[in-house]
């Protein structure tokens, strides 16, 4: 049908949507001009369509990872190789020393073999790389002795050795094995050595043999055939041929692989000349037409994508770069954002993605229709800085493998995460509240910047590229809740206003690209860190410009290892927690450091020490003696704690407990990557509690709210548990306590990493609002009600919604006091005999009965209620004598019962109402007569002019008599001058 006809029809049909969008469609549909389209081409365009969506969606997915896991081997060398044998579901690893590990298919390690020859059991040989036969079963593992075994798996014994193939010019040092699934005999394996020379075997019959048996060959067919490379060049073996290059001209060759669909030899080296070779295949199959890309600086490895026709390299000058096989002249695209040399690529071939690992340990995962990143990691990786990598990910089981010398890691895809609702397009990073406007606020991995009502749920505007491509990962508002800093991994914080302007960029990384963790707000200075051992600081009282470089720290470096966080306590006390599980406490004014605290030790600063601090240190009791053996082992500590068990993730200070000072108790709170919670009295300098939050769940986060009463800690499983605080280490203790506060809930808000938490009190109710890396970002309370995420399509009303009444500090759960009361040591027998009244009646006992519940939830409604009931109790004391407080400004004031009040009379007017309140009967009122009419008592007629005297009248009269003389003589003037 025509196009006239096509849009009438599918007006008619479809009963919804404009002409012109029927006329757009048909253009659509009619690529080739004809001027008509059938019913074959709508469907064709429309099952094209549907299938580029789907494409879409895929590249777009995300993939959830497990956390990192450290497989137990027995490897003691460098990890050369991971294969995946699909016949047997097993993998295979082999080390340098030639020791071959057998897993199976659920990566538990089965055996372990050495690989053994006669030419292998020299001591300084080394293997250098493995490939898997398939379509044969059959492994080929290449030694440093310029040989290559091939090794039976289908055999009785453990791996014999069928083939050894020697005489090779050179070292081969990389292989690849590929296989025609159509036609299994034929298949090839190609090498590079430290020649530079590239050579494949070409097997024709590789179902019957490899290679032919020599007729002066024993008949022992599980012996070893030796096959010399000299042979197979002279074309001896009919069922087998040799194509080889030197296009690389002596250096030495990373990497090989043959790829079907281009029928080429893709081979790399890290020279700049001849980097990436392709060797095609010609007609006669036996000769091979080179073309190469030059790349600066080389590069260390390469993929392919046959479907998107590209190549990925991983170059040295951390740039990954796209390329099309027939343009040699340029890249097609080039994705920046690795901070360091990239080591490793590969395709996630199904969703149409690349993975990228880079020197500094990040892994990134590339959308590349979009050409953008879309996940970084940066796992807990061994801190080694000299270390061999191998990246291999198995597509088919979502499993990463990354070595590290002897070290195998890996990284499992979780499940496909249920269509909930998101928040953000991407993973949300970073979370706050502005108290100022009721809003929230939050960030996520695409630079994008999201504002919400806390009222509602509503979404109120959005910044997207605040930082370009690169990830937002912290943010922070500045005392007046006025400006917004956000914190990105290309190394700048940028300091907004709430319309999207941006007013100053600090240059914290110098340039370069950097992991921001916290960004902390001061009077006179902003600090930034996370990916260094020093502060980065910035005075705002010289942003006299756009774009701010960061100032010296005057207290110079005190850390052994990068600083992850930071906290402050007005008026000047600072804290900053690093990698190695340290906290530094500084003085802010000053910039001096004066105090290490660690959960094995306490050191203390003689360097650049204020004076404050001084008097601080003369305090303490320790000897010189002791805080040199503590010196010593903290240093013993820090060299044993290469993999951050310890690491510090999170500081606060509990600024509500004011009166620490004078009663001890904890006034800092740390949590870090063992899932350890931990409670420090900074001015005794000494860990009073630790306990643990999260078992087994790796690194966790925390907040509190302002009153320092709850305590909400979140882990990478997406769980998060809320602790009441309020009674927990107020007082110091001579042993450290180990036992957990009360847990008030534990629920799983999200399905993956909890990557921030914000307690705030909009309308005097406490809430808890957390960010995930599953892109939501969840509103809940103390109470059981189920959380709200932001982005849902009906919006909330979060006075009504959260069934807990308002903030009330003065409400004391009696359970946390009794439990405190058995840690605390300090409480008198006076103190603890006021338990002995029963504070709960009979029913109230059954009430309390039903609040026993496991630890991972707890009722908190009821909880009030008791809690209630406690406070409106009157607290007898014990033989009337005068309750002290135990702690406090006012611990000196002597409390008394109050006298009982006598009883009150009501007063009469309520006694007998009627009498003072009864209504009185209506009276006959006198009626008011009616006044006369106007005309009735007006007796003369009024004249105004009886109002004035009379020489006043007549002046008037004179006055005008002298106007109309005068204007008449004005017109008679006037008419003569005319004339």
Same mark, same amino acid.
């Given at each position: 049908?025509?196009?006239?006809?096509?849009?009438?029809?599918?007006?008619?049909?479809?009963?919804?949507?404009?002409?012109?969008?029927?006329?757009?469609?048909?253009?659509?549909?009619?690529?080739?001009?004809?001027?008509?389209?059938?019913?074959?081409?709508?469907?064709?365009?429309?099952?094209?369509?549907?299938?580029?969506?789907?494409?879409?969606?895929?590249?777009?997915?995300?993939?959830?990872?497990?956390?990192?896991?450290?497989?137990?081997?027995?490897?003691?060398?460098?990890?050369?190789?991971?294969?995946?044998?699909?016949?047997?579901?097993?993998?295979?690893?082999?080390?340098?020393?030639? !020791?071959?590990?057998?897993?199976?298919?659920?990566?538990?390690?089965?055996?372990?073999?050495?690989?053994? &020859?006669?030419?292998?059991?020299?001591?300084?040989?080394?293997?250098?790389?493995?490939?898997?036969?398939?379509?044969?079963?059959?492994?080929?593992?290449?030694?440093?002795?310029?040989?290559?075994?091939?090794?039976?798996?289908?055999?009785?014994?453990?791996?014999?050795?069928?083939?050894?193939?020697?005489?090779?010019?050179?070292?081969?040092?990389?292989?690849?094995?590929?296989?025609?699934?159509?036609?299994?005999?034929?298949?090839?394996?190609?090498?590079?050595?430290?020649?530079?020379?590239?050579?494949?075997?070409?097997?024709?019959?590789?179902?019957?043999?490899?290679?032919?048996?020599?007729?002066?060959?024993?008949?022992?067919?599980?012996?070893?055939?030796?096959?010399?490379?000299?042979?197979?060049?002279?074309?001896?073996?009919?069922?087998?041929?040799?194509?080889?290059?030197?296009?690389?001209?002596?250096?030495?060759?990373?990497?090989?692989?043959?790829?079907?669909?281009?029928?080429? +030899?893709?081979?790399?080296?890290?020279?700049?000349?001849?980097?990436?070779?392709?060797?095609?295949?010609?007609?006669?199959?036996?000769?091979?037409?080179?073309?190469?890309?030059?790349?600066?600086?080389?590069?260390?490895?390469?993929?392919?994508? &046959?479907?998107?026709?590209?190549?990925?390299?991983?170059?040295?000058?951390?740039?990954?770069?796209?390329?099309?096989?027939?343009?040699?002249?340029?890249?097609?695209?080039?994705?920046?954002?690795?901070?360091?040399?990239?080591?490793?690529?590969?395709?996630?071939?199904?969703?149409?993605?690349?993975?990228?690992?880079?020197?500094?340990?990040?892994?990134?995962?590339?959308?590349?229709?979009?050409?953008?990143?879309?996940?970084?990691?940066?796992?807990?990786?061994?801190?080694?800085?000299?270390?061999?990598?191998?990246?291999?990910?198995?597509?088919?089981?979502?499993?990463? +493998?990354?070595?590290?010398?002897?070290?195998?890691?890996?990284?499992?895809?979780?499940?496909?995460?249920?269509?909930?609702?998101?928040?953000?397009?991407?993973?949300?990073?970073?979370?706050?509240?502005?108290? %100022?406007?009721?809003?929230?606020?939050?960030?996520?991995?695409?630079s994008t910047v999201s504002f919400w009502m806390i009222e509602t749920g509503q979404k109120i505007k959005q910044f997207s590229g605040c930082h370009g491509n690169a990830e937002i990962s912290t943010?922070?508002?500045?005392?007046?809740?006025?400006?917004?800093?956000?914190?990105?991994?290309?190394?700048?914080?940028?300091?907004?206003?709430?319309?999207?302007?941006?007013?100053?960029? %600090?240059?914290?990384?110098?340039?370069?690209?950097?992991?921001?963790?916290?960004?902390?707000?001061?009077?006179?200075?902003?600090?930034?860190?996370?990916?260094?051992?020093?502060?980065?600081?910035?005075?705002?009282?010289? +942003?006299?410009?756009? $774009?701010?470089?960061?100032?010296?720290?005057?207290?110079?470096?005190? *850390?052994?290892?990068?600083?992850?966080?930071?906290?402050? %306590?007005?008026?000047?006390?600072?804290?900053?927690?690093?990698?190695?599980?340290?906290?530094?406490?500084?003085?802010?004014?000053?910039?001096?450091?004066?105090?290490?605290?660690?959960?094995?030790?306490?050191?203390?600063?003689?360097?650049?020490?204020?004076?404050?601090?001084?008097?601080?240190?003369?305090?303490?009791?320790?000897?010189?003696?002791?805080?040199?053996?503590?010196?010593?082992?903290?240093?013993?500590?820090?060299?044993?704690?290469?993999?951050?068990?310890?690491?510090?993730?999170? !500081?606060?200070?509990?600024?509500?407990?004011?009166?620490?000072?004078?009663?001890?108790?904890?006034?800092?709170?740390?949590?870090?990557?063992?899932?350890?919670?931990?409670?420090?009295?900074?001015?005794?300098?000494?860990?009073?509690?630790?306990? !643990?939050?999260?078992?087994?769940?790796?690194?966790?986060?925390?907040?509190?709210?302002?009153?320092?009463?709850?305590?909400?800690?979140?882990?990478?499983?997406?769980?998060?548990?809320?602790?009441?605080?309020?009674?927990?280490?107020?007082? $110091?203790?001579?042993?450290?306590?180990?036992?957990?506060?009360?847990?008030?809930?534990?629920?799983?808000?999200?399905?993956?990493?909890?990557?921030?938490?914000?307690?705030?009190?909009?309308?005097?109710?406490?809430?808890?609002?957390?960010?995930?890396?599953?892109?939501?970002?969840?509103?809940?309370?103390?109470?059981?009600?189920?959380?709200?995420?932001?982005?849902?399509?009906?919006?909330?009303?979060?006075?009504?919604?959260?069934?807990?009444?308002?903030?009330?500090?003065?409400?004391?759960? $009696?359970?946390?006091?009794?439990?405190?009361?058995?840690?605390?040591?300090?409480?008198?027998?006076?103190?603890?005999?006021?338990?002995?009244?029963? !504070?709960?009646?009979?029913?109230?006992?059954?009430?309390?009965? *039903?609040?026993?519940?496991?630890?991972?939830?707890?009722?908190?409604?009821?909880?009030?209620?008791?809690?209630?009931?406690?406070?409106?109790?009157? *607290?007898?004391?014990?033989?009337?004598?005068?309750?002290?407080? $135990?702690?406090?400004?006012?611990?000196?004031?002597?409390?008394?019962?109050?006298?009982?009040?006598?009883?009150?009379?009501?007063?009469?007017?309520?006694?007998?109402?009627?009498?003072?309140?009864?209504?009185?009967?209506?009276?006959?009122?006198?009626?008011?007569?009616?006044?006369?009419?106007?005309?009735?008592?007006?007796?003369?007629?009024?004249?105004?002019?009886? %109002?004035?005297?009379?020489?006043?009248?007549?002046?008037?009269?004179?006055?005008?008599?002298?106007?109309?003389?005068?204007?008449?003589?004005?017109?008679?003037?006037?008419?003569?001058?005319?004339?």
């Amino acid at each position: 049908m025509a196009r006239e006809e096509f849009i009438q029809k599918m007006t008619e049909t479809v009963g919804w949507g404009t002409e012109e969008e029927f006329g757009e469609l048909f253009d659509k549909v009619d690529v080739a001009r004809d001027g008509f389209v059938d019913w074959d081409k709508l469907i064709s365009f429309v099952l094209l369509s549907l299938y580029e969506r789907e494409e879409r969606t895929k590249a777009t997915v995300v993939p959830q990872w497990k956390d990192l896991e450290f497989l137990p081997g027995k490897h003691k060398d460098t990890i050369q190789k991971v294969v995946y044998l699909k016949n047997s579901s097993r993998y295979l690893t082999i080390s340098k020393e030639g !020791l071959l590990g057998i897993w199976g298919e659920n990566l538990k390690l089965q055996e372990s073999l050495p690989i053994t &020859s006669d030419a292998t059991k020299l001591k300084h040989l080394w293997v250098t790389s493995l490939v898997s036969l398939e379509n044969v079963n059959k492994i080929a593992v290449a030694f440093t002795s310029k040989e290559i075994c091939f090794y039976d798996l289908l055999s009785k014994e453990e791996f014999p050795c069928q083939y050894k193939l020697q005489g090779l010019r050179g070292t081969p040092i990389c292989m690849d094995y590929w296989h025609n699934p159509l036609d299994p005999k034929e298949s090839i394996l190609s090498f590079g050595d430290i020649t530079g020379k590239v050579q494949a075997i070409v097997f024709t019959a590789a179902m019957i043999s490899l290679f032919e048996r020599p007729a002066n060959a024993c008949d022992d067919e599980e012996a070893t055939m030796t096959i010399d490379w000299a042979e197979l060049l002279s074309g001896c073996h009919k069922c087998c041929h040799i194509l080889q290059h030197t296009l690389h001209r002596g250096d030495w060759v990373r990497q090989v692989t043959y790829n079907a669909s281009l029928d080429a +030899f893709i081979s790399s080296t890290t020279s700049s000349t001849n980097t990436v070779v392709l060797a095609w295949r010609e007609k006669s199959k036996k000769l091979l037409k080179m073309t190469s890309f030059n790349i600066a600086q080389g590069i260390h490895a390469f993929d392919y994508h &046959s479907r998107l026709n590209l190549i990925a390299t991983a170059g040295i000058d951390n740039k990954v770069c796209l390329w099309n096989p027939y343009v040699l002249s340029k890249p097609v695209g080039v994705l920046w954002g690795h901070s360091a040399s990239v080591i490793a690529v590969q395709f996630f071939a199904e969703r149409k993605q690349l993975f990228s690992f880079s020197r500094d340990k990040i892994l990134r995962l590339w959308d590349i229709q979009h050409q953008l990143s879309i996940q970084r990691i940066a796992c807990s990786f061994p801190k080694s800085q000299d270390f061999r990598c191998l990246f291999q990910f198995d597509e088919t089981h979502g499993r990463l +493998f990354i070595s590290f010398n002897n070290q195998l890691a890996l990284l499992a895809m979780k499940n496909e995460a249920s269509k909930r609702v998101k928040s953000h397009a991407k993973g949300v990073t970073c979370v706050l509240y502005n108290s %100022l406007l009721k809003q929230v606020i939050s960030s996520d991995v695409g630079s994008t910047v999201s504002f919400w009502m806390i009222e509602t749920g509503q979404k109120i505007k959005q910044f997207s590229g605040c930082h370009g491509n690169a990830e937002i990962s912290t943010m922070a508002l500045d005392a007046n809740e006025s400006r917004l800093l956000t914190g990105s991994t290309d190394g700048t914080v940028k300091v907004w206003d709430f319309n999207g302007y941006c007013h100053h960029t %600090l240059n914290a990384g110098q340039d370069g690209v950097v992991d921001i963790s916290q960004i902390l707000v001061l009077k006179k200075s902003i600090l930034v860190v996370g990916w260094e051992r020093a502060v980065t600081v910035f005075r705002p009282q010289n +942003f006299n410009q756009f $774009s701010i470089q960061s100032e010296e720290w005057k207290g110079g470096i005190h *850390h052994q290892d990068d600083i992850l966080c930071a906290a402050f %306590l007005p008026p000047q006390t600072l804290a900053t927690g690093s990698y190695d599980g340290e906290i530094v406490l500084w003085n802010s004014s000053t910039e001096n450091a004066h105090h290490v605290l660690h959960p094995d030790y306490q050191r203390q600063l003689t360097s650049k020490l204020d004076p404050e601090a001084q008097k601080l240190n003369t305090k303490r009791s320790c000897s010189a003696q002791c805080l040199a053996q503590q010196a010593t082992l903290a240093t013993q500590n820090f060299e044993s704690d290469t993999e951050g068990n310890n690491a510090v993730m999170k !500081l606060c200070f509990l600024e509500a407990r004011k009166n620490n000072t004078v009663t001890g108790g904890a006034n800092l709170v740390s949590c870090g990557a063992s899932g350890y919670v931990r409670f420090w009295d900074t001015f005794k300098k000494e860990l009073l509690a630790e306990f !643990l939050a999260h078992a087994g769940v790796g690194s966790i986060i925390m907040s509190t709210d302002k009153q320092n009463q709850y305590l909400a800690t979140g882990d990478p499983d997406g769980w998060l548990k809320i602790w009441n605080i309020e009674d927990y280490c107020t007082n $110091s203790t001579e042993i450290k306590i180990t036992q957990s506060p009360p847990l008030l809930r534990s629920f799983q808000p999200h399905e993956d990493r909890i990557s921030s938490l914000q307690m705030c009190e909009p309308g005097g109710h406490l809430i808890i609002i957390s960010s995930s890396v599953d892109c939501s970002i969840c509103v809940t309370g103390l109470c059981n009600a189920p959380s709200l995420i932001f982005g849902q399509a009906s919006h909330w009303d979060i006075e009504n919604y959260f069934s807990f009444p308002k903030r009330d500090s003065s409400l004391i759960e $009696s359970k946390s006091q009794e439990e405190s009361m058995k840690i605390n040591p300090l409480f008198s027998k006076k103190e603890s005999c006021s338990t002995e009244d029963s !504070l709960l009646t009979e029913e109230n006992k059954d009430i309390s009965t *039903h609040i026993v519940r496991s630890s991972e939830e707890i009722n908190f409604s009821l909880e009030y209620k008791k809690r209630n009931i406690y406070k409106k109790k009157t *607290h007898k004391p014990c033989h009337r004598e005068i309750i002290q407080k $135990s702690a406090g400004i006012f611990r000196s004031l002597s409390l008394r019962m109050l006298n009982e009040l006598p009883e009150v009379k009501q007063p009469e007017f309520l006694l007998n109402p009627d009498k003072y309140f009864k209504e009185e009967p209506e009276e006959d009122e006198p009626q008011i007569p009616e006044l006369p009419l106007l005309s009735e008592t007006l007796k003369a007629v009024f004249d105004e002019k009886n %109002l004035f005297p009379k020489g006043i009248l007549d002046h008037e009269r004179q006055d005008k008599q002298l106007c109309q003389e005068t204007s008449g003589e004005v017109k008679i003037k006037r008419n003569k001058k005319q004339l």
